[in-house]
Nanobody, 121 residues
Framework: QVQLVESGGGLVQPGGSLRLSCAAS????????MGWYRQPPGKARELVAR???????NYADSVKDRFTISTDNPKSSVYLQMNSLKPEDTAVYYC???????????????WGQGTQVTVSS
């Protein structure tokens, strides 16, 4: 079984910082893209940031220059450093990864369970 487990959410004041982590575990052959999405209250899920296996990144315009996505050396974990947080960043944040399982010939996208980020004074 393969799963993504997120951590690092919480309550922070405007202007503060948080770091989200997401670890992939299980029978993994390889991982391509990894990324973060978020779903604000009453709104649709949206892309926050994505990173390819080669380290190419892209960000939503609303988080550019404030958020940074990165992976660890084995590329089985992905992180999201969030600085200068704003109330509009409040959302459930989801990790996603394109994973090929051991014994499989194709990649599928998996999602974490989500972690709540609340920006409020």
């Amino acid at each position: 079984q393969v799963q993504l487990v997120e951590s690092g959410g919480g309550l922070v004041q405007p202007g503060g910082s948080l770091r989200l982590s997401c670890a992939a575990s299980g029978s993994i052959f390889s991982i391509n893209d990894m990324g973060w999405y978020r779903q604000p209250p009453g709104k649709a899920r949206e892309l926050v940031a994505r990173i390819t296996r080669d380290g190419i990144t892209n960000y939503a315009d609303s988080v550019k220059d404030r958020f940074t996505i990165s992976t660890d050396n084995p590329k089985s974990s992905v992180y999201l450093q969030m600085n200068s947080l704003k109330p509009e960043d409040t959302a459930v944040y989801y990790c996603t990864a394109q994973i090929r399982r051991i014994g499989s010939d194709y990649y599928t996208y998996l999602w974490g369970q989500g972690t709540q980020v609340t920006v409020s004074s």
